[in-house]
């Protein structure tokens, strides 16, 4: 393509394409000169871009941001955790407790009452000022990523789940599963202390010494993000040009011309979309657990990283 690519050598993570036409362009890991600078900032922030997406008639989850005790402080602010916990027994519990800016499922949790809650809004500002609050959505967790108003990939999320024999521990079967990921390339890495994954365990009255049965499936944690364990069924050949449309229009909406969409809905994703929520936007959405699924889908990665090449020309 008569590219040349510049790229750090220490950790291989950023870099420059130099094109053919003499334009330099600059990355961050899958953070590419594509996306306006404004548009990104906006889709890192998780409640500013809910604000946009609701103006803009996008159903999104119904929820609140407040601050961190240090952040309250700082800013005079009365948006406590503690008003945090108000505002999520007016929910009702449970309630999804999440970082604003962090990606890739860092930080989110499942809380279902007093206890859980304060420890998730500890875990979620670490390194943080603002947190979210939210009523959890139902549905199937979908990622759809869009290339200037093509849609590459579109794929069912599904969070880590491990499945019992009979005979291994919950830890055996979790190792297990990571030397799955090992075997097929995918750099995904289990935390067995997660707190969340230990939450679910004791709220389950489990450890990771326990033996479940065989068949019986345990979800462990609470969101569906490749980065923390969860599985990926691809569905990109099936999506209903409904769906291709409507997040073809998101995409222009928000001025991202490369974006992620994460989406929950009960509507299979070869239907006419009927109700859904836009869980979040990702102006950098990373494909490599998906490119880890199979062949094929190496092949969508391969061609996509053709096209974003192509589209840095324009």
Same mark, same amino acid.
Request: charged letters at 25%; glycine letters at 8%; one cysteine or more.
């Given at each position: 393509m008569g590219v040349d690519m510049l790229i +750090? %050598? !220490?950790?291989? =993570? *950023?870099?420059?394409?130099?094109?053919?036409?003499?334009? @330099?362009?600059?990355?961050?890991?899958?953070?590419f000169d594509l996306n306006g600078s404004g548009s990104t900032e906006i889709a890192k922030d998780k409640d500013y871009a809910a604000f946009f997406l609701k103006e803009l008639? =996008?159903? &999104?989850?119904?929820?609140? /941001?407040f601050h961190t005790r240090?952040?309250?402080?700082?800013?005079?602010?009365?948006?406590? %955790?503690?008003?945090?916990?108000e505002y999520a027994q007016s929910l009702g519990l449970p309630v999804i407790v999440k970082p604003n800016s962090k990606s890739q499922g860092s930080g989110v949790a499942l809380a279902h009452n007093k206890r859980e809650f304060f420890k998730a809004v500890t875990e979620a500002s670490t390194n943080e000022r603002v947190f979210? &609050?939210?009523? %959890?959505?139902?549905? @199937?967790?979908?990622?759809? *990523?869009?290339?200037?108003? $093509?849609?590459? #990939? /579109?794929? +069912?999320?599904?969070p880590l789940t491990i499945q019992g024999d009979g005979e291994k521990t919950i830890q055996e079967l979790l190792q297990t599963k990571q030397a799955h990921f090992n075997s097929i390339g995918r750099d995904t890495v289990l935390d067995l202390k997660d707190p969340r994954i230990l939450t679910t365990l004791k709220r389950?009255?489990? #450890?990771?010494?326990?033996?479940?049965?065989?068949? +019986?499936?345990?979800?462990?944690?609470?969101?569906?993000?490749l980065s923390t364990g969860g599985d990926a069924v691809d569905l990109t050949p099936s999506l209903h040009p409904a769906w291709k449309k409507l997040c073809a229009s998101l995409s222009r909406n928000m001025n991202l011309r490369y974006i992620g969409i994460d989406i929950m !809905? $009960?509507? %299979?994703?070869?239907? !006419?979309?009927?109700?859904y929520t836009v869980i979040e936007i990702n102006a950098a959405p990373g494909l490599d657990n =998906? /490119? #880890?699924?199979? +062949? !094929?889908?190496?092949h969508i990665v391969k061609e996509l990283y053709r096209k974003v090449l192509m589209a840095m020309l324009i």
């Open positions: +750090e %050598p !220490t950790y291989g =993570y *950023v870099g420059c394409i130099r094109l053919p036409n003499g334009k @330099k362009r600059f990355f961050r890991n899958t953070c008639g =996008y159903p &999104v989850p119904l929820g609140q /941001a240090r952040w309250c402080k700082a800013i005079d602010s009365n948006r406590t %955790p503690e008003k945090a916990w979210l &609050v939210q009523k %959890p959505v139902q549905g @199937k967790d979908y990622r759809i *990523v869009v290339l200037d108003g $093509e849609i590459i #990939s /579109a794929y +069912e999320r599904r389950n009255k489990l #450890s990771l010494n326990s033996v479940i049965k065989r068949g +019986e499936d345990i979800k462990l944690l609470p969101n569906a993000n !809905t $009960e509507t %299979p994703l070869n239907q !006419t979309p009927g109700d =998906y /490119a #880890s699924i199979g +062949e !094929t889908q190496m």
